[in-house]
Every structure is written in structure tokens, then in C-alpha cells.
């Protein structure tokens, strides 16, 4: 079965704690995104990689990191900088970066 | 800086109505345009990607349509049907492809 997946499907985090949001595709895609949706709002780019061992800041990188050792692997840590990390958090993968996104299902993020 | 907006947040029609969905643009400078569909708690799903140099592109009861020049697409749904309820979202990829900006979604409800 070809696709994205993503875990867990909750995460919970407690304060000052650094949490790793799980992002794996097998349709062999060089570019990955992620992605923040708050309630009832759009998408915002957190993050996005073109290949492997390469990434770039998206629109609110602050309180983010992330890797890209392997081309099936993009994990995003949500740092204890990162003060309003309560979200739904979404990854997607593309052919290259001109071509159509193909989303997970998400990891639901949320405080204790 | 790009920025999406979509019209009407929400929308909610009886079994069989068509419908449109509108979206618009401040940077006519784009790579391509598309429409997702998202179920509550759940990923995007791609409907239809139009390119910059396309005015419109079908898909079963789906028809998008790009107006550069205005900043302006539209999506139609024919003979909408309760399957149909969702939130969709327009999302246009910038000159260089490389990043998506999101608007913040129409949710629709089709009643039976």
C-alpha cells in the first residue's frame, strides 16, 4: 500500500517537553512539507524539504526543527520554544516541488 | 506576501443544488492553483490542480475554473450530494512552485 503515514494520531505534551511528530512515505517523493491547521483556519508552512539533507524555514518556523536523513523520512520536532504548539499538524509529499501534494492523515497535538 | 481568501466560511445547500465555492488571490504570480477536500480530523485529499496558463479543469461533478488577471478561481459542484459535505480549501504555489498558501476554507454541508 502506497502512501503517507503519520503518528501517532495524538499527541499529548507537557510543559517545556520537546515532542517528534512521525512522517513516513513510500512513493518514493523528493519533496516533503509540513504543515500547521488551526481550528477552522488553513494550512501554514512550517517546514519543507526539496531532497534529502536539505530543508528550508516555511512561513512559522519558530519553535520547529526538523531532519531529512532519508529520502522516505521527514520527522518535525515541536520544541519547548514553541509556545502555542496545540494544532493538527499535516505532512505531505510531492514528485518534486512543481507537482501535486499528497497529505497524511495528521497528528492531533495537544497540551496537558 | 501572498494571501488567500475564501467566500463563504461556511455553506450549507439541500441535496441536488449546485453550488459554487470561490477563492481569491492578492499575488497574481502564481505556479498553479488547486482544491482539496478535507473530512473533519482527516488529511487533504487533491480534487483538481489548475496550472497558471489554464482557465479551467474538470473532474466528475467538479469544475474549477482560474482567473489570473482577477486573482480569482471558482469551483463548481454539480448535483451536490450529502457525500459532498466537507471543507475545502484553495491553495496557490507560488512562481518557483515551491511553497503552497492556504486559504482558510469553505465548509459545506449538502442536507438530504
Known amino acids: 500500500d502506497g502512501g503517507i503515514t503519520q503518528s501517532p494520531k495524538y499527541l499529548f505534551r507537557k510543559e517545556g517537553q520537546n515532542v517528534t511528530l512521525s512522517c513516513e512515505q513510500n512513493?518514493?517523493?523528493?519533496?516533503m512539507y509540513w504543515y500547521r491547521q488551526d481550528p477552522g483556519q488553513g494550512l501554514r508552512l512550517i517546514y519543507y524539504?526539496?531532497?534529502?539533507?536539505?530543508?528550508q524555514k516555511g512561513d512559522i518556523a519558530e519553535g520547529y526543527s526538523v531532519s531529512r536523513e532519508k529520502k522516505e523520512s521527514f520527522p518535525l520536532t515541536v520544541t519547548s520554544a514553541q509556545k502555542n504548539p496545540t494544532a493538527f499538524y499535516l505532512c505531505?509529499?510531492?514528485?518534486?516541488?512543481?507537482?501535486?501534494?499528497?497529505f497524511g492523515p495528521g497528528t492531533r497535538l495537544l497540551v496537558l | 506576501k501572498q494571501e488567500v481568501t475564501q467566500i463563504p466560511a461556511a455553506l450549507s445547500v439541500p441535496e441536488g443544488e449546485n453550488l459554487v465555492l470561490n477563492c481569491s488571490f492578492t499575488?497574481?504570480?502564481?505556479?498553479?492553483l488547486q482544491w482539496f477536500r478535507q473530512d473533519p480530523g482527516k488529511g487533504l485529499t487533491s480534487l483538481l490542480l489548475?496550472?497558471?496558463?489554464?482557465r479551467e479543469q474538470t473532474s466528475g461533478r467538479l469544475n474549477a475554473s482560474l482567473d489570473k488577471s482577477s486573482g480569482r478561481s471558482t469551483l463548481y459542484i454539480a448535483a451536490s450530494q450529502p457525500g459532498d459535505s466537507a471543507t475545502y480549501l484553495c491553495?496557490?504555489?507560488?512562481?518557483?512552485?515551491?511553497?503552497?498558501?492556504f486559504g482558510g476554507g469553505t465548509r459545506l454541508m449538502v442536507k438530504p
Open positions: 512513493l518514493n517523493h523528493d519533496a
Open positions: 491553495a496557490v504555489a507560488d512562481n518557483a512552485g515551491n511553497m503552497l498558501t
Open positions: 499575488d497574481s504570480a502564481i505556479y498553479n
Open positions: 524539504s526539496q531532497i534529502v539533507n536539505d530543508f
Open positions: 505531505a509529499s510531492s514528485m518534486t516541488v512543481l507537482e501535486t501534494q499528497y
Open positions: 489548475i496550472q497558471s496558463s489554464q
